[in-house]
């Protein structure tokens, strides 16, 4: 079964398996040091057939994700547009509570939710109105957990996009072809005999990680926009700032929807 795995990276994706710790690799005899960038490891079968239609999958699964990142945004300005209409604004924004905001299904609502006791939190130092002990708690601690992640995901692109990384494609855990891949260039380092199925295998890896690359930035970017469209549904100053671990965890939830999808 083919094994993308990436170290010393995070995948906010859900693509790749993730180690934490820098990865050391050899070429034949000659082993080189550890390294601190990224390293992406593509482990496919010796089936050709199989292979090609491993990464075919996972080049899919980017167009997937790509256009689901595009529909945030309308999604997201049609949600402002439905609770403005419903509901009557104040000096500095709209005031909403849980009970207004229920009849709004799935994720959109569980983001309004989540909002409003953001907004609570920040004004008061107290949930909405109603909100029980244990649903405020469970609301931090998702809270809580998105805005690490996006903090995580923040040093991750502006770290990768100063630095380069290293792609290694195997096949049956036998070393095929390592690239070092910068944004603009790159340079790969062959077996001494390499097919031509190989070399193409080699070409769709680098392709899945440069387009690894640049979703991270596109869900950074997604996430950012999307603050910014919800800030106004805030009334404590600073709303896009605050808004973010919400929206975080939205388009997270749609991404993962995405993948579910893929399995199925």
């Given at each position: 079964?083919?094994?993308f795995?990436?170290?010393?990276?995070s995948?906010?994706?859900?693509?790749?398996?993730?180690?934490?710790?820098?990865?050391?690799?050899?070429?034949?005899?000659?082993?080189?040091?550890?390294?601190?960038?990224p390293?992406?490891?593509?482990?496919?079968?010796?089936?050709?057939?199989?292979?090609?239609?491993?990464?075919?999958?996972?080049?899919a699964?980017?167009?997937r994700?790509?256009?689901?990142l595009?529909q945030?945004?309308?999604?997201?300005?049609?949600?402002?547009?439905?609770?403005?209409?419903?509901?009557?604004?104040?000096?500095?924004?709209?005031?909403?509570?849980?009970?207004?905001?229920?009849?709004e299904?799935?994720?959109e609502?569980?983001?309004?939710?989540?909002?409003?006791?953001?907004?609570?939190?920040?004004?008061?130092?107290?949930?909405?109105?109603?909100?029980?002990?244990?649903?405020?708690?469970?609301?931090?601690?998702?809270?809580?957990?998105?805005?690490?992640?996006?903090?995580?995901?923040?040093e991750q692109?502006?770290?990768e996009?100063?630095?380069?990384?290293?792609?290694?494609?195997?096949m049956?855990?036998q070393?095929?072809?390592?690239?070092?891949?910068?944004?603009?260039?790159s340079?790969?380092?062959?077996?001494?005999?390499?097919?031509?199925?190989?070399?193409?295998?080699?070409?769709?890896?680098l392709?899945?990680?440069s387009?690894?690359?640049?979703?991270?930035?596109?869900l950074?970017?997604?996430?950012a926009v999307g603050?910014?469209?919800?800030?106004?549904?805030?009334?404590?100053?600073g709303?896009?700032?605050?808004?973010v671990?919400?929206?975080?965890g939205?388009?997270?939830?749609?991404?993962?929807?995405?993948?579910?999808?893929?399995?199925?």
């Amino acid at each position: 079964m083919p094994i993308f795995e990436v170290f010393g990276s995070s995948d906010p994706l859900g693509l790749w398996d993730t180690t934490p710790q820098t990865a050391s690799f050899s070429v034949g005899e000659e082993n080189t040091p550890e390294t601190n960038e990224p390293v992406y490891r593509v482990n496919l079968s010796d089936n050709i057939e199989v292979s090609n239609s491993a990464l075919a999958e996972n080049l899919a699964s980017f167009d997937r994700m790509k256009a689901a990142l595009e529909q945030v945004p309308i999604q997201l300005n049609g949600l402002v547009r439905r609770v403005q209409e419903k509901q009557p604004k104040a000096a500095s924004g709209v005031s909403f509570s849980l009970a207004d905001l229920q009849p709004e299904p799935g994720l959109e609502g569980e983001l309004l939710s989540l909002l409003a006791i953001t907004d609570s939190v920040a004004l008061s130092g107290t949930g909405p109105e109603g909100v029980s002990f244990g649903l405020l708690a469970e609301a931090s601690d998702v809270l809580g957990h998105a805005k690490e992640k996006f903090e995580s995901l923040l040093e991750q692109v502006n770290r990768e996009v100063l630095q380069f990384a290293w792609v290694e494609m195997r096949m049956a855990d036998q070393l095929i072809a390592r690239t070092k891949m910068g944004w603009s260039t790159s340079y790969t380092i062959w077996i001494n005999e390499i097919s031509a199925e190989q070399m193409f295998l080699h070409k769709r890896s680098l392709k899945v990680v440069s387009l690894t690359r640049n979703l991270k930035l596109r869900l950074l970017l997604t996430v950012a926009v999307g603050a910014v469209k919800m800030a106004p549904l805030m009334v404590t100053p600073g709303g896009t700032a605050l808004a973010v671990p919400a929206v975080y965890g939205y388009v997270k939830k749609i991404l993962e929807n995405v993948k579910q999808l893929r399995s199925i």
